[in-house]
């Protein structure tokens, strides 16, 4: 790693942290793909949670030995996983994501119900926003979120799909429409709703070509009631808390491009010194070590723009201001991640294909979603372009 934005304690943790999942997660990591062992999983993010790693977004509850713990470490912590293991590292990354909006908006005594348990490693967070009609275009959101002051309780009634952690969650937060009288983005509300609530159910689990060893499905609620004090910030006002969440979301998801790209190029950059065709190593060929190059520049444009993007959240900057570098994160890192995972299998040729030789396969079916999860590249660009173009608004 280059580190360029990191000091010399940033570097000595990315260090440590490395060492600790080499002796926690990288045992575990056939486990998770080749035979989707939740335990696997669940044991690992215990792990995680018991050492501390799991709270460097949160300063004032972190206990380690960072003076400045913030998503720049949280950050780490995604990419070093993501090298390892994709799919383990989007459970901890959704667990993280849904702890973000408890821990900035929900009401005391809910966030110490389920916050300590996530930050622990003993809980699982989800959050439910996309829908059949609904992804990046929120818009379409036809779940609602509707207060009973009779029983002084939200109901929920909606189908949510594509949901990370679905079923194995302990807790979920829920985005739906609250209000119909006004903009999509002026009537939405966000609701946590506890695992076991009458009314919620999973209908299925998908099966994806690859991230194998996490689980996403679909969440149904029907008349799903919830106290009154489970609303997250104020009503209709869910529109701020997900946009918020993105920008987090986004950073990491940066993260995790950055940890596959590495992964690839590492096993495409071993080949290549290693491999000898027509009386010479395979990285002496011009088409090999252009692929080698454009790979190599490519990965330092993504740890720039993810860890710049990280450095000004933890100096402050929210909101608006920040969905431009959180945008530019995200569709650099990840397009990174599905450009070096298509060129290692093409510079491995036949090995590249097989589970027999090496990870490459592996790392190819795990980057594809990474450019659209999270929000599409589609839908970074035009975040970039609308903060680059103020005065119009791009025809998504």
Known sequence: MRDFLLTDSDKTFRAELRDFLARELLPRAPAIENDDDWTAVTRAIRALGEAGYLRLMFPDLYRGPLEHPGLTHATMVSEEAAYLNYAFETTIATALSCAYPLYRYAQPEVRECFLPGILGGRKIGAIAVTEPDAGSDTSGMKTRVEFDAARDEWVVNGFKRYISNASVADVYVVYGTSNTDVAANKGMSAVVVPAGSQGMSFPRRYSFMGRRG???????????????NHLLGERDAGMRIMVSMFNFERIILGGSGLGVARSAFEIARQHAQTR???????????????????????????????????????????GRDLAKPAAMAKLVATETATLCADATVQILGGDGLTKEYGRAEQIYRDARSLPIVGGTSEMARYLIASADLPDIKPDL
């Open 214 to 228: 996490s689980v996403v499905g679909e969440v149904e609620f029907r008349d799903c009631r919830v106290p009154a």
């Open 276 to 318: 000898e065709v027509f009386g010479e190593k395979l990285g002496a060929k011009q088409l090999t070590w252009s692929k080698i190059a454009d790979m190599s520049w490519r990965i330092d444009a993504a740890e720039l723009l993810t860890y710049r993007a990280a450095r000004l959240y933890d100096q402050g900057m929210k």
